[in-house]
């Protein structure tokens, strides 16, 4: 008889968790399908993609940086300009230039170089690119101002949660990390780097937004973690972008199983 109440209560859970995870993939789909996605997607492809290069240039000058775009492409493409005193990040840009040389004629067909009357090689003149780069200025969104970029949901969560104390305490027994409440500049909300590395998470945030911030670098700790040995064997086949997804995934189920809804913020978050 035992036996068959936790069968019971395990398929409850698991139902619980099925709907939760319907509503996940339900609300992306929506959100993909809408006039506000498409908006998003229009503005995000101004944005130059960048060289392996030029992201470590642009991280080692402003490593909270999000979005980068020359002085006037700020102006002509987003209706924003750069505010008064901003230092701009310095990058390389591509700037190839062409000479004219005079190179052997090859016989299209031999493949041989062509020769004259007497026997000497046929040479013409050709026109060779020459790569090269210059240095050119870009500022980050963060350095500028006006009309505001698209986005796919709210910038942060705010309310409160009931018991959070206790949910926190929660969070930091499961936790295969210490958690610490730092500040971070910018709009990011918390971190993890390894197992060797408390996680952090913004000081000053809405309760709602700090669980789901706790409950998000959680699952990359326990998912994603990089240490020497077999996890990062494990976590190595993964790009960034799939351990956000499932990260924000966790997040959403966990909170939502709980009954705090971050749904504003973590359709967005994994649609971006």
Not at 58 to 82: C, L, S
Not at 104 to 130: A, F, Q, S, W
Not at 140 to 149: I, R, S, V, W
Request: proline letters at 4%; charged letters at 30%; aromatic letters at 8%.
């Amino acid at each position: 008889m035992a036996d068959a109440n936790v069968n019971k209560v395990s398929m409850t859970e698991k139902q619980k968790v099925k709907e939760i995870t319907d509503r996940l993939e339900e609300g992306m789909k929506e959100l993909f399908e809408s006039e506000k996605y498409k908006n998003y997607l229009s503005t995000m492809s101004k944005f130059h993609n960048y060289s392996a290069n030029n992201i470590q240039l642009i991280a080692m000058q402003r490593p909270d940086a999000t979005f980068v775009a020359g002085y006037r492409a700020w102006q002509k493409n987003f209706e924003r300009h750069v505010n008064k005193g901003e230092k701009g990040i310095r990058i390389l840009a591509p700037a190839p230039y062409k000479i004219k040389e005079e190179q052997e004629k090859i016989d299209p067909v031999t493949k041989e170089p062509m020769l004259d009357e007497d026997g000497m090689p046929v040479v013409e003149k050709v026109e060779i690119k020459i790569p090269a780069f210059r240095v050119v200025t870009v500022f980050d969104y963060a350095q500028t101002d006006g009309k505001e970029l698209p986005g796919l949901g709210v910038d942060e969560l705010h309310g409160n949660v009931e018991n959070y104390q206790d949910f926190m305490e929660a969070l930091k027994r499961v936790s295969p990390v210490p958690i610490n409440y730092v500040h971070i500049e910018g709009s990011r909300k918390g971190y993890f780097i390894d197992l060797n590395h408390p996680i952090s998470i913004k000081e000053g945030m809405d309760e709602v937004q700090t669980v789901k911030t706790g409950v998000h670098e959680i699952a990359h700790a326990k998912l994603h973690a990089k240490e020497i040995g077999q996890d990062a064997e494990r976590a190595a086949y993964k790009d960034r972008e799939t351990m956000e997804v499932e990260a924000e995934s966790v997040a959403y189920t966990v909170c939502q199983h709980f009954g705090i809804d971050t749904s504003d913020y973590s359709f967005g978050y994994i649609a971006g």
